[in-house]
């Protein structure tokens, strides 16, 4: 049988443009390619900049996982320039980290993922009184009636019967892959639109601590908030009575909607735990400093890189050791003054654009040259996972006990061996798990806060450094952090008060970007070798492992013939 | 099989709104667009019996900030108005068809709609080496805008990025990003400009368009006045303190602990035109200044080339003219520089009192149209 050329184009609801392209021979994909098809050129934009503005530049890298890029930012600045932060400035990035996870990860979830497992179409078809048993068999959620369910019901209905199917519209309802009974579709349905309402709740910790969101205000050397229990005009008792509610709040969904319904639709799809796996290494950078960004060993997220899925080692990483972590461009937009083959360290890093791709229009790219806007990032040459599984896997390897009794737990509680989590569900549960876990933080790092200005200690912000006529000639830092899809980083070189060299290393670019110059793949390419396809006219399957990356999107796929002639498309939500 | 399109009123009954919510809704609407009170009937005539207007939405060179700003939006009713209510054939963001079946759709509705659909752009378009620097299943950006906005009714210029460029316009622009309304024309644009805009303010343009069936009263750069027509320095609370010469000297000093002026450490609030002041972000939880850092002037063309952000505006261009015509603000006396620049159309500043009034309006009409129910 000839393999089928699967183009899919756009992948979208990233900063950029995603094209994957597959081959499907034999029921199975054989070979990916992964492509990033827009670029904006952020690093010559920030050269000769001040850096203490850096943060606002690269923030608008991403407007879904808002705040990451400014939060790398700022600790790259203060590395360089040797910052060290205030404690409460340092718990207030916290909260923020936290409620951007739980935004960001329950809107995956539901309103990105789930409808590669949920069929919608069949909630019409349940039950509500049998609905409403297992919801209140699985959660305390008060919003569990068969009235509830009945009239959600009722509105799908006449949704569907109105012909208007917006934003549900051409799934791939019905499909053969799709497991779950219409009771836990409808469930499924409904908290579907019970997320969509709460999401825009948590992140008004972003406007209490940051003035907006998307797109808060971060600064170099602490936070912009000031601490004043007496005035109307700083964070008070009523602004940190906000944040305790709203944290509050975000615990309650977590625990009743999200990770009930996580559990209660994986037993459904357990072979998936052993589909999707890809790569075998996976690098965090860690984050959720607990004494302070300096003081590494005391990450909530533990920093290091696993090699081969031996969770008995844990590998050491180390941001400015030039040899460790190197972009190449071989099979990228780009030329390097030194050839297309060699490495670059971040510091090193070179940004000058060379498109050699097809004269657009075009149905195809030519893969075995340069085909992606991405560069190729390598740690110790070799490629990484980076992600929620990541996460999860390098703290259970350090020994992060409450990480280990979460995954020790889930996996027997859903009958699954350990080798279950290097997968495509392992993802999807380990993203839900560090949910949990997030969700706990926050309210720790909360009540620091409350408890140093208890006992006195306002301080936001560390002015001494601020007077770029204290800052040496030249300067070199690194600022690490976890975005909710993975390790991110950036790199600054600084001479005479302005920026002379930025570079992002994103982590859309570990596991998205394209083949190496050995020919390895990255992350996505990796994951979707041996998916199987049923159905070659809509292979949700691909859509299941790519959006269990977190790529963000609403994924829409064309497909091709070999000879480029359009065979179908694929949409999913 | 063809149905009639059902009204915006009769979607929300759908959907377990009550009349009454719905009357809510229109009052709320009506505060936003700033209409009289006596306009809030037309908007129920409108909302109950037009049907729902064809919307396509692009993405470009963006980061994603305007799609997530408009899910933000703090009314749900509005929320659900502008997802489910409008026809939203093609989103990449938000609709499940996408890929070639998206593009059928979008094509679909530009044909069957021709002239009819509203197109909404999110994203500035690259020009440079023939546009490959944003492609779409192949095609460029530039095509395919070009393509769009000649049957469009109107295109909405959402966001920095498809008003002004934003931050890819920023020099040295190495990609050719440019704004929507240096592509394309012959058709009427509205530029919603803001790094995102605020959500209820991009909710507010789409529903002005949806009930009036026309362009709300832009400004001389073709910005909706409801939103844009006051300097967010006019419409901020700790301008008093800008008035009697009490600012913040450094970040977190007592006088920041104060809340005081911004405007030392580096604000825009004077020379950017923003509703941040008097809607406040994420339902009027806060806004930059109220949390302590200053106005970026995320709203203003090449606003990311008149930094650094934190320094002193008096070297800023268009400063001029504000301290020349409030004859205000001690510290700034000094400031004497020219050039009249970015912000030729620069209002004439109100008086506080008569903002506060203003703003007592529009709630007094809310409350009572709400007694009135």
Not at chain 2, 199 to 213: K, N, R, S
Not at chain 2, 271 to 300: F, K, L
Not at chain 2, 356 to 367: A, F, L, P
């Given at each position: 049988?000839?393999?089928?050329?699967?183009?899919?184009?756009?992948?979208?609801?990233?900063?950029?443009?995603?094209?994957?392209?597959?081959?499907?021979q034999?029921?199975?994909?054989?070979?990916a390619?992964?492509?990033?098809?827009?670029?904006?050129?952020?690093?010559?934009?920030?050269?000769?900049r001040?850096?203490?503005?850096?943060?606002?530049?690269?923030?608008?890298?991403?407007?879904?996982?808002?705040?990451?890029?400014?939060?790398?930012?700022?600790?790259?600045?203060?590395?360089?320039?040797?910052?060290?932060?205030?404690?409460?400035?340092?718990?207030?990035?916290?909260?923020?980290?936290?409620?951007?996870?739980?935004?960001?990860?329950?809107?995956?979830?539901?309103?990105?993922?789930?409808?590669?497992?949920?069929?919608?179409?069949?909630a019409?078809?349940?039950n509500?009184?049998?609905?409403?048993?297992?919801?209140?068999?699985?959660?305390?959620?008060?919003?569990?009636?068969?009235?509830?369910?009945?009239?959600?019901?009722?509105?799908l209905?006449?949704?569907?019967?109105?012909?208007?199917?917006?934003?549900?519209?051409?799934g791939?309802?019905?499909?053969?892959?799709?497991?779950?009974?219409?009771?836990?579709?409808?469930?499924?349905?409904?908290?579907?639109?019970?997320?969509?309402?709460?999401?825009?709740?948590?992140?008004?910790?972003?406007?209490?601590?940051?003035?907006?969101?998307?797109?808060?205000?971060?600064?170099?050397?602490g936070?912009?908030?000031?601490?004043?229990?007496?005035?109307?005009?700083?964070?008070?008792?009523?602004?940190?009575?906000?944040?305790?509610?709203?944290?509050k709040?975000?615990?309650?969904?977590?625990?009743?909607?999200?990770?009930?319904?996580?559990?209660?639709?994986?037993?459904?799809?357990?072979?998936?735990?052993?589909i999707?796996?890809?790569?075998?290494?996976?690098?965090?950078?860690?984050?959720?400093?607990?004494?302070?960004?300096?003081d590494?060993?005391?990450?909530?997220f533990?920093?290091?890189?696993?090699?081969?899925?031996?969770?008995?080692?844990?590998?050491?990483?180390?941001?400015?050791?030039?040899?460790?972590?190197?972009?190449?461009?071989?099979?990228?937009?780009?030329?390097?003054?030194?050839?297309?083959?060699?490495?670059?360290?971040?510091?090193?890093g070179?940004?000058?654009?060379?498109?050699?791709?097809?004269?657009?229009?075009?149905?195809?790219?030519?893969?075995?040259?340069?085909?992606?806007?991405?560069?190729?990032?390598?740690?110790?040459?070799?490629?990484?996972?980076?992600?929620?599984?990541?996460?999860?896997?390098?703290?259970?390897?350090?020994?992060?006990?409450?990480?280990?009794?979460?995954?020790?737990?889930t996996?027997?509680?859903?009958k699954?061996?350990?080798?279950a989590?290097?997968?495509?569900?392992?993802?999807?549960?380990?993203?839900?798990?560090?949910?949990?876990?997030?969700?706990?933080?926050?309210?720790?790092?909360?009540?620091?806060?409350?408890?140093?200005?208890?006992?006195?200690?306002s301080?936001?912000?560390?002015?001494?450094?601020?007077?770029?006529?204290?800052?040496?000639?030249?300067?070199?830092?690194?600022?690490?952090?976890?975005?909710?899809?993975?390790?991110l980083?950036?790199?600054?070189?600084?001479?005479?008060?302005?920026?002379?060299?930025?570079?992002?290393?994103?982590?859309?670019?570990?596991?998205?970007?394209?083949?190496?110059?050995?020919g390895?793949?990255?992350?996505?390419?990796?994951?979707?070798i041996?998916?199987?396809?049923?159905?070659?006219?809509?292979?949700?399957?691909?859509?299941?492992?790519?959006?269990?990356?977190?790529?963000?999107?609403?994924?829409?796929?064309?497909?091709?013939?070999?000879?480029?002639?359009?065979?179908?498309?694929?949409?999913?939500? | 099989?063809?149905?009639?399109?059902?009204?915006?009123?009769?979607?929300?009954?759908?959907?377990?709104?009550?009349?009454?919510?719905?009357?809510?809704?229109?009052?709320?609407?009506?505060?936003?667009?700033?209409?009289?009170?006596?306009?809030?009937?037309?908007i129920?005539?409108?909302?109950?019996?037009?049907?729902?207007?064809?919307?396509?939405?692009?993405?470009?060179?963006?980061?994603?900030?305007?799609?997530?700003?408009?899910?933000r939006?703090?009314?749900?009713?509005?929320?659900?108005?502008?997802?489910?209510?409008?026809?939203l054939?093609?989103?990449?963001?938000?609709?499940?068809?996408?890929?070639?079946?998206?593009?059928?759709?979008?094509?679909?509705?530009?044909?069957?709609?021709?002239?009819?659909?509203?197109?909404?752009?999110e994203?500035?378009?690259?020009?440079?080496?023939?546009?490959?620097?944003?492609?779409?299943?192949?095609?460029?950006?530039?095509?395919?805008?070009?393509?769009?906005?000649?049957?469009?009714?109107?295109?909405?210029?959402?966001?920095?990025?498809?008003?002004?460029?934003?931050?890819?316009?920023?020099?040295?622009?190495?990609?050719?990003?440019?704004?929507?309304?240096?592509i394309?024309?012959?058709?009427?644009?509205?530029?919603?400009?803001?790094?995102?805009?605020?959500?209820?303010?991009?909710?507010?343009?789409?529903?002005?368009?949806?009930?009036?069936?026309?362009?709300?009263q832009?400004?001389?750069?073709?910005?909706?006045?409801?939103?844009?027509?006051?300097r967010?320095?006019?419409?901020?609370?700790?301008?008093?303190?800008?008035?009697?010469?009490?600012?913040?000297?450094?970040?977190?000093?007592?006088?920041?602990?104060?809340?005081?002026c911004?405007?030392?450490?580096?604000?825009?609030?004077?020379?950017?035109?923003?509703?941040?002041?008097?809607?406040?972000?994420?339902?009027?939880?806060?806004?930059?200044?109220?949390?302590?850092?200053?106005?970026?002037?995320?709203?203003?063309?090449?606003?990311w080339?008149?930094?650094?952000?934190?320094?002193?505006?008096?070297?800023?261009?268009?400063?001029?003219?504000?301290?020349?015509?409030?004859?205000?603000?001690?510290?700034?006396?000094?400031?004497?520089?020219a050039?009249?620049?970015?912000?030729?159309?620069?209002?004439?500043?109100?008086?506080?009192?008569?903002?506060?009034?203003?703003?007592?309006?529009?709630?007094?009409?809310?409350?009572?149209?709400?007694?009135?129910?």
């Amino acid at each position: 049988m000839m393999a089928n050329r699967i183009v899919i184009d756009p992948i979208t609801r990233i900063e950029g443009h995603l094209r994957i392209e597959v081959q499907v021979q034999n029921g199975k994909v054989v070979d990916a390619y992964s492509s990033g098809t827009m670029v904006r050129g952020f690093e010559l934009i920030l050269k000769g900049r001040d850096p203490r503005d850096a943060w606002a530049f690269t923030e608008r890298a991403c407007g879904v996982c808002t705040t990451v890029h400014a939060l790398a930012s700022v600790r790259t600045v203060e590395d360089a320039l040797g910052i060290v932060i205030p404690p409460n400035a340092e718990l207030v990035r916290n909260l923020m980290f936290c409620a951007q996870y739980m935004q960001d990860h329950v809107v995956h979830f539901y309103h990105l993922h789930a409808l590669d497992w949920v069929d919608i179409v069949s909630a019409l078809k349940a039950n509500p009184n049998e609905t409403s048993r297992i919801a209140q068999s699985i959660s305390n959620y008060p919003k569990s009636s068969p009235k509830y369910f009945s009239d959600l019901q009722k509105k799908l209905t006449a949704f569907v019967n109105s012909g208007q199917l917006g934003i549900f519209a051409n799934g791939y309802w019905g499909h053969s892959a799709y497991k779950l009974p219409p009771e836990v579709n409808l469930i499924g349905v409904a908290h579907y639109l019970e997320a969509l309402e709460w999401q825009k709740e948590i992140v008004k910790i972003h406007t209490i601590f940051g003035g907006k969101n998307p797109h808060p205000n971060y600064l170099v050397g602490g936070a912009p908030c000031s601490v004043n229990i007496d005035d109307a005009n700083a964070i008070n008792a009523e602004r940190l009575a906000y944040v305790g509610t709203l944290l509050k709040e975000a615990k309650t969904f977590i625990e009743q909607v999200y990770i009930p319904d996580l559990l209660a639709v994986a037993p459904y799809y357990l072979d998936w735990g052993g589909i999707g796996g890809g790569l075998e290494n996976y690098l965090v950078y860690g984050d959720l400093p607990t004494n302070g960004y300096g003081d590494v060993g005391k990450f909530k997220f533990p920093r290091g890189a696993i090699l081969g899925r031996d969770l008995s080692k844990v590998h050491e990483v180390d941001g400015k050791d030039i040899k460790q972590i190197q972009e190449y461009i071989s099979h990228s937009w780009y030329e390097y003054s030194d050839g297309n083959e060699t490495g670059k360290h971040p510091w090193d890093g070179e940004t000058k654009f060379n498109y050699t791709g097809p004269k657009p229009p075009y149905d195809f790219l030519n893969v075995k040259e340069k085909y992606s806007w991405l560069k190729t990032p390598r740690w110790n040459g070799k490629a990484m996972e980076v992600g929620p599984l990541a996460r999860v896997l390098v703290a259970y390897a350090s020994g992060s006990k409450e990480v280990q009794e979460l995954v020790n737990g889930t996996l027997k509680a859903l009958k699954v061996p350990v080798g279950a989590l290097f997968s495509t569900l392992g993802r999807t549960a380990a993203r839900g798990l560090e949910t949990i876990l997030i969700s706990q933080w926050a309210m720790e790092f909360y009540d620091q806060l409350i408890s140093h200005i208890k006992n006195g200690d306002s301080r936001m912000f560390d002015n001494s450094k601020w007077d770029p006529s204290t800052w040496p000639k030249e300067a070199k830092g690194v600022g690490m952090t976890e975005a909710p899809r993975g390790a991110l980083a950036h790199w600054i070189v600084i001479k005479d008060e302005k920026i002379d060299n930025y570079q992002l290393v994103v982590p859309s670019t570990w596991n998205a970007s394209p083949r190496d110059p050995s020919g390895g793949m990255s992350a996505y390419e990796s994951s979707l070798i041996g998916t199987p396809i049923a159905d070659p006219e809509k292979p949700l399957e691909v859509l299941r492992t790519i959006h269990s990356f977190d790529p963000c999107i609403a994924c829409a796929v064309h497909l091709y013939d070999e000879k480029g002639t359009y065979v179908h498309q694929v949409q999913t939500f | 099989m063809e149905q009639k399109p059902l009204t915006i009123y009769e979607n929300m009954e759908l959907n377990g709104y009550s009349r009454r919510d719905f009357l809510k809704f229109c009052s709320w609407l009506a505060a936003y667009i700033g209409i009289e009170s006596s306009g809030v009937g037309k908007i129920v005539k409108a909302m109950e019996t037009k049907p729902r207007l064809p919307v396509v939405w692009f993405h470009f060179q963006e980061c994603t900030c305007c799609s997530e700003s408009f899910i933000r939006s703090s009314h749900p009713i509005v929320s659900d108005i502008v997802l489910d209510k409008i026809s939203l054939d093609y989103t990449e963001t938000l609709q499940a068809a996408a890929g070639h079946q998206a593009e059928e759709v979008l094509h679909n509705t530009m044909k069957k709609y021709k002239g009819e659909y509203l197109m909404l752009v999110e994203g500035s378009v690259p020009t440079e080496d023939d546009g490959i620097y944003c492609c779409i299943g192949g095609r460029t950006a530039l095509d395919i805008v070009q393509e769009a906005a000649a049957g469009a009714k109107a295109v909405v210029a959402w966001g920095s990025c498809a008003s002004n460029g934003c931050i890819q316009a920023a020099k040295p622009n190495p990609t050719g990003a440019t704004p929507i309304k240096n592509i394309i024309s012959g058709v009427p644009i509205i530029n919603v400009p803001g790094c995102p805009p605020i959500g209820e303010v991009m909710a507010g343009t789409i529903v002005h368009l949806l009930a009036f069936d026309r362009i709300p009263q832009l400004d001389g750069l073709g910005r909706p006045k409801a939103f844009y027509s006051r300097r967010v320095h006019d419409t901020c609370y700790r301008r008093p303190n800008y008035d009697a010469g009490l600012f913040v000297e450094s970040f977190d000093d007592e006088n920041a602990k104060r809340g005081y002026c911004l405007y030392k450490v580096g604000c825009r609030g004077p020379v950017t035109y923003n509703a941040c002041g008097v809607m406040r972000w994420n339902d009027g939880v806060s806004y930059p200044i109220q949390s302590g850092h200053g106005c970026i002037g995320c709203s203003e063309a090449n606003f990311w080339d008149n930094g650094p952000f934190y320094q002193h505006l008096s070297s800023f261009p268009g400063f001029g003219i504000e301290t020349t015509a409030d004859d205000i603000g001690v510290i700034v006396g000094a400031a004497t520089v020219a050039g009249m620049a970015a912000h030729a159309i620069s209002t004439n500043i109100r008086k506080r009192s008569q903002i506060r009034e203003g703003i007592k309006e529009s709630i007094e009409e809310v409350n009572n149209d709400k007694g009135g129910e």
